[in-house]
């Protein structure tokens, strides 16, 4: 089992910045990827950044060139740096986990365990 806690979320101003902190303990082994996801109200959870292994990182293009994700791999600690925020970015922002895990069988699959989530709001 894979425990995520995230921490870091607030109220900010528009055009102001904030850091996200996600901290994974329990069976961290196979770890394929670490990230962040958001889910605004009525709305599905959609990516934000991820960040591989190796450090090859994926952007929504809502977000390109203002946040910035970081991950210590001997921390087991993925970051999220928001910066430039927008009224639009106010959501619930999720860290999640990607690892491999296997079935009975010994065939891999891909399994992603999830924070709890954390209230970013930017007011306008």
């Known amino acids: 089992q894979v425990q995520l806690v995230e921490s870091g979320g607030g109220l900010v101003q528009a055009g102001g910045s904030l850091r996200l902190s996600c901290a994974a303990s329990?069976?961290?082994?196979?770890?394929?990827?670490m990230g962040w996801y958001r889910q605004a109200p009525g709305k599905q959870r959609d990516l934000v950044a991820t960040?591989?292994?190796?450090?090859?990182?994926n952007y929504a293009d809502s977000v390109k060139g203002r946040f910035t994700i970081s991950r210590d791999n001997a921390k087991n600690t993925v970051d999220l740096q928001m910066n430039s925020l927008k009224p639009e970015d106010t959501a619930v922002y999720f860290c999640?986990?990607?690892?491999?895990?296997?079935?009975?069988?010994?065939?891999?699959?891909?399994?992603?365990?999830w924070g709890q989530g954390t209230q970013v709001t930017v007011s306008s």
């Open positions: 329990g069976s961290i082994r196979s770890v394929n990827s």
């Open positions: 960040i591989t292994s190796a450090g090859n990182t």
């Open positions: 999640a986990l990607t690892r491999t895990e296997w079935t009975g069988r010994g065939n891999p699959y891909e399994y992603t365990y």
